[in-house]
């Protein structure tokens, strides 16, 4: 993952992580990654690929990445071309806030194939909360100016929404405002902002003001179960009429691990460690939520990536991911799906008082819990060679044979009440006379 402009943005979002990676620098540093830089990079980075691996992805972000310019990309890619292996293909994704996206860019990305990540948190009351720039003025309007843009030019791309205190619960919403909206593609991000993180990062007497605090977040995190339910408002909506046309990355993956393979996302996978984060000065660290100075492997002019993706400082980074899930987690039923979420949010306590618990833990639990009875279904439809939207109609079926059982249970109760006197013991079984019960609760004909 590489910031080619660090954390500068032209954005000032309240929940932002990384704009105040500017401390990492020197006073006066030039936000832009040097020619030298960036030829070293996707030399050594082309060069540290596996020799099976038929795509080379480079990942683009920043802050915004489209503050370099078309420019800027546009020498990127021509020196990908001037190293890339004969039978091997470049693949470019940027992720963005899209206010700078015009036609020029998306000419751009159309030719040279980019995929693009569009951070867009829903319609416009919930994204403008905490997504406005450096005036403070919202952006929702240029977002979605530029998701208009992407679908006008056929640019693949991905929405990426943070799901956060505010918008966390009207997940129902969120997902059928982008899917009505045309995306095909979506990323759920949750925010779980620790105090005095970023810019605007609060202080915990700031928070311990508010009601319903939680003691370890900010009032712009989502909470546990919120996170939860809004994933089970997605799913249960996704699953009614858009399996196999809208494609949501925690369902992708979940669908995964029902099939019995490890997730490909670094979240949920047992280890993590192979996603590293380059800065515009050639600095690596371990990974991108970790861009601090306990975590920097070096510089790409010391040390050639593929020795700090191999070092043993950065395995052991993977391995503790693993190793030191408490013992909660190593019991849990989902396990297998989780795998602890991200190191990052590990923070909380196990019920019997054991440290490393991820916030999100109920949350996800629950999720994991509520979608099993549908994963195992899509997974046997795949594992039958058939599409995983068989599930829908199978969905549907169960659901017009509860309500023909219903129906018909109904018809059987009022046949039952029918031939029961005022004065008989209530068929309920409740020990009351009919007419002190249920006679008054019958359905009148």
């Known amino acids: ?74 020498h ?62 919202p952006t929702f309007d240029g977002v979605l100016r530029c998701l208009k ?8 791309f991905n929405a990426l929404v943070v799901v956060n205190r505010h918008n966390g619960s009207s997940g129902r919403r969120v997902y059928t405002y982008l899917r009505d909206n045309g995306v095909q593609f979506i990323q759920f991000i949750p925010i ?104 920097k492997l070096g510089n790409i002019f010391d040390l050639p990536i593929v020795e700090m993706a191999n070092s043993e400082r950065q395995y052991q980074f993977g391995v503790d991911k693993e190793a030191l899930l408490p013992q909660y987690c190593l019991d849990c039923e989902v396990r297998f799906a989780c795998n602890g979420e991200c190191p990052k949010n590990r923070f909380s306590e196990t019920p019997d008082g054991e440290a490393g618990l991820n916030y999100l833990c109920a949350g996800y639990r629950k999720f994991f819990n509520h979608i099993d009875p549908v994963m195992k279904l899509m997974a046997e439809e795949v594992q039958n060679r058939r599409p995983a939207a068989n599930v829908m109609h199978r969905l549907h079926a169960q659901r017009r044979n509860s309500e023909k059982t219903g129906a018909a249970s109904q018809r059987r109760a009022a046949a039952n009440r029918a031939s029961v006197r005022r004065n008989d013991p209530c068929p309920c079984g409740s020990g009351r006379k009919y007419k002190k019960c249920c006679l008054n609760n019958s359905p009148r004909v």
């Open 76 to 137: 990127a890619v021509e020196v990908q071309k001037q190293v890339c292996p004969p039978g091997k293909k470049i693949v470019n994704t940027l992720q963005t806030n899209g206010v700078l996206v015009d036609d020029a860019w998306c000419e751009f990305f159309k030719s040279n194939e980019f995929l693009i990540g569009l951070s867009i948190d829903g319609p416009a009351e919930l994204h403008d909360r905490y997504r406005y720039d450096k005036k403070g003025r």
């Open 192 to 295: 779980v902002e620790r105090f005095g993180i970023g810019v605007h990062g609060e202080t915990e007497a700031e928070e311990h003001g508010q009601e319903n605090a939680s003691p370890l977040v900010s009032s712009r995190s989502v909470e546990p179960l919120q996170f939860g339910n809004f994933l089970i408002e997605v799913f249960d909506e996704w699953a009614k009429r858009d399996v196999g046309k809208v494609f949501v990355q925690i369902f992708d993956q979940a669908l995964s691990a029902w099939m019995g393979m490890e997730p490909s996302l670094c979240v949920f996978r047992k280890q993590c460690g192979r996603a590293m984060a380059i800065e515009h000065n050639g600095d690596v660290y371990s990974c991108d939520h970790y861009v601090e100075p306990d975590y």
């Open 1 to 74: 993952m590489s910031k080619p402009i660090g954390p500068i943005c032209n954005l000032d979002c309240e929940y932002c992580y990384y704009l105040h990676k500017e401390d990492l620098f020197p006073s006066g540093e030039r936000w832009r990654m040097p020619e030298r830089t960036l030829q070293e990079y996707i030399a050594q980075y082309v060069a540290a690929q596996p020799s099976d691996a038929p795509d080379i992805t480079f990942a683009w972000q920043g802050g915004e990445p489209t503050l370099l310019g078309i420019e800027f990309f546009q």
């Open 149 to 156: 843009l992407l679908k006008q030019h056929n640019i693949e």
